[in-house]
């Protein structure tokens, strides 16, 4: 059963729009875009940031009248595609699509040679991804309550296998043990 496209079109029509509001030559001193525009990517193409990016650089390229062109720089946790932006001229012609790993995560897990906080501003969010949690209809857990207690008493006796298909970043598809 596939989902619903609606939202996700509405979604990106709405990015696209004030993306485009936000940085159209009529708000700016100069005309804007005078170049290129770059979506940096820190996944690899297929997944669905990267598809996320094309569908906003598709949308965006006729209505700024300027090229926009997906780079991916999959890799440290999309922290080399956050880098490359963070170090990009301040020009708005570089744009970064990155889920919260790079940008939350990341910095606590890594030394990085940027301060996200201090880099690029936000434009806004480009899309969500719902996660849910799922048991066997024969498991004894029956909520997210008796879930966290379980593992609280059974430290490192309980698994999950977090999501993941081809057309999704393999990033959060690794097993864990709690």
Request: charged share 15%; hydrophobic share 45%.
């Amino acid at each position: 059963m596939n989902p619903d496209p609606r939202p996700r079109r509405r979604l990106l029509a709405a990015a696209a729009l004030t993306l485009a509001g936000a940085l159209s030559p009529a708000a700016a001193q100069t005309a804007w875009p005078d170049k290129p525009l770059r979506i940096m990517v820190g996944a690899s193409p297929g997944g669905g940031t990267d598809i996320l990016a094309r569908l906003l650089a598709e949308r965006l390229g006729p209505v700024l009248r300027q090229s926009v062109v997906v780079e991916n720089r999959p890799g440290a946790s999309n922290t080399i595609a956050a880098e490359l932006t963070a170090r990009a001229a301040p020009d708005g012609h570089t744009l970064l699509l990155a889920t919260n790993t790079g940008q939350a995560v990341a910095p606590h897990l890594l030394k990085l040679k940027f301060r996200p906080a201090e880099g690029p501003a936000a434009a806004g969010p480009g899309g969500g991804d719902p996660n849910v949690l799922v048991v066997s209809a024969t498991s004894p857990y029956r909520s997210v309550q008796d879930l966290v207690k379980a593992m609280a008493v059974k430290p490192g006796q309980l698994n999950t296998a977090p999501r993941a298909s081809a057309a999704r970043s393999t990033s959060s598809a690794r097993p864990s043990t709690w």
